[in-house]
């Protein structure tokens, strides 16, 4: 017997991935002790999109969810998603802030950080990894998954980039290793044959995290259970499919009485999954509606992960340039290999999302963003691959920077949280606080005052009444 454990995603990738990551922590706390007597082996509540999303739009204090949760979930472990130097934000924060973030997450009641770097540049997971082994947590070592072509292979997302990227994060003390295939784009026997190299190559669990998005993550599952895999992530039923994780209850029934059965609690399952369905109406604005189909097939041509093309839509919506959507996403893929083939995830989508929006309607490298220049001068870490020598040049003239780096990208950046702590004042009560700020420099702020009452809060945090 060899039980397949399984990580419940509902309560943060779940509802980030259909949902725009609204739901409330008062919505989850009804079920909150269910989820404790399922026999999950983790449950993610933090980290992703949800710390910008609570305290921008939902009026709630990010680092007061996994306190609330813990009073309801004393057994099962609580996961995050941890984007490395990026942290929860959108660029790389100096050390002191990485360092301080980690330390506080673990007193919050984090007990697994999944910690992945956009660009699979290890070097920006090494601050994370040794502050999370000092705290004597779960280090799970992340690799973002992504293709050169149709399938695993080619010249740079082949067999031996992952193989080797794993070595590397077990000799890093990773305590499990996730392939983190975020657009759903891998297909059922290249699961397989990569989770039977991996364990030929590395000795630590192995974990499967894939989305519905082009409709193969449930085959995924079941081919990389043969190949061996220990852990896969999923999401109960409501909050499952479309560009969301695999359901657990199927998955459930195809293993029952296998040596591979996760032995879960199905009633509680299904109880817990008709509380998420009498909740869905507060939300169903969120749901994206504009096809019947609940895939979207087209993602293994442009591997574009859903929460992506999300924002491309409200992008080109403001500039009443929606017609244009099929010419970004074909300008994307050419960014992208000008770039160095940078995996389509968190903030890297971004950086090339609207760097090829603003190629579409101006022309190309006509404009160009700060954070598109930023990647190309080594300030996110080392591409995949070699960056177009052309585009560099012409991405980087007048800017006012010399020869891009090619060390740490943290390494030329400067302490953080003292300056900050100074800037807030009496503002910031808590170390929490300070990193709220320096995470989120603006809104944070913004949400301090009202937090302490020197502003007015918004009206209502229901997600009907979010704005």
Not at 36 to 42: L, N, P, R
Not at 48 to 54: P, S
Not at 389 to 407: F, H, K, N
């Amino acid at each position: 017997m060899n039980p397949l454990k399984i990580q419940d995603n509902t309560l943060r990738d779940g509802h980030q991935s259909i949902y725009a990551t609204r739901m409330t922590t008062e919505d989850m706390i009804p079920i909150a002790e269910k989820m404790d007597e399922v026999g999950f082996w983790a449950v993610e509540v933090w980290g992703g999109a949800t710390f910008d999303t609570m305290h921008r739009f939902l009026n709630e204090d990010p680092w007061e969810r996994p306190r609330i949760l813990k009073r309801y979930m004393k057994k099962t472990p609580f996961a995050m998603l941890l984007r490395g130097q990026n942290l929860v934000g959108y660029r790389h924060y100096a050390d002191d802030v990485v360092r301080a973030f980690v330390d506080r997450s673990c007193e919050v009641g984090i007990d697994v950080f999944r910690v992945f770097d956009a660009l699979n540049d290890l070097r920006n997971i090494e601050t994370c990894a040794a502050r999370i082994r000092a705290n004597g947590k779960h280090f799970e070592g992340a690799v973002v998954y992504s293709l050169t072509e149709r399938h695993l292979g080619g010249d740079v997302f082949n067999l031996s980039y992952f193989v080797a990227k794993a070595k590397a994060l077990e000799e890093m003390g990773a305590d499990s290793i996730c392939i983190k295939d975020m657009a759903g784009i891998m297909a059922p026997y290249d699961a397989f044959t990569l989770f039977s190299a991996l364990k030929k190559a590395v000795g630590v669990p192995l974990h499967l995290h894939t989305h519905y998005t082009s409709g193969m993550a449930s085959m995924c599952c079941l081919k990389a259970v043969e190949a061996g895999v220990d852990i896969v992530d999923t999401c109960i039923a409501p909050y499952a499919m479309r560009t969301s994780m695999p359901p657990v209850e199927p998955l459930l029934l195809t293993l029952e009485g296998t040596g591979r059965d996760p032995g879960l609690e199905m009633s509680l399952l299904l109880e817990i999954g008709k509380y998420l369905e009498m909740i869905a109406p507060r939300y169903q604005k969120h749901l994206a509606a504009n096809t019947l189909s609940l895939i979207d097939e087209s993602v293994i041509a442009h591997q574009i992960p859903g929460g992506m093309t999300s924002n491309l839509v409200s992008q080109l919506k403001e500039m009443n340039a929606l017609d244009r959507l099929p010419e970004v996403q074909q300008e994307i893929q050419e960014v992208r290999k000008e770039a160095g083939m940078p995996p389509l995830v968190t903030p890297t989508s971004q950086i090339i999302g609207s760097q090829a929006v603003m190629n579409v309607l101006t022309g190309r490298y006509q404009t160009v963003s700060n954070q598109f220049r930023d990647l190309l001068f080594g300030l996110y870490g080392k591409t995949p691959a070699a960056i177009d020598p052309r585009v560099r040049e012409m991405a980087l003239r007048g800017s006012g920077q010399g020869i891009w780096i090619t060390d740490r990208p943290a390494n030329h950046l400067k302490p953080e949280m003292e300056s900050a702590r100074q800037k807030l004042g009496a503002l910031a009560k808590t170390e929490e606080d300070v990193l709220t700020y320096v995470l989120y420099h603006t809104s944070g702020k913004q949400f301090l005052k009202q937090k302490y009452g020197l502003e007015p809060a918004p009206g209502s945090a229901r997600p009907g009444d979010a704005r």
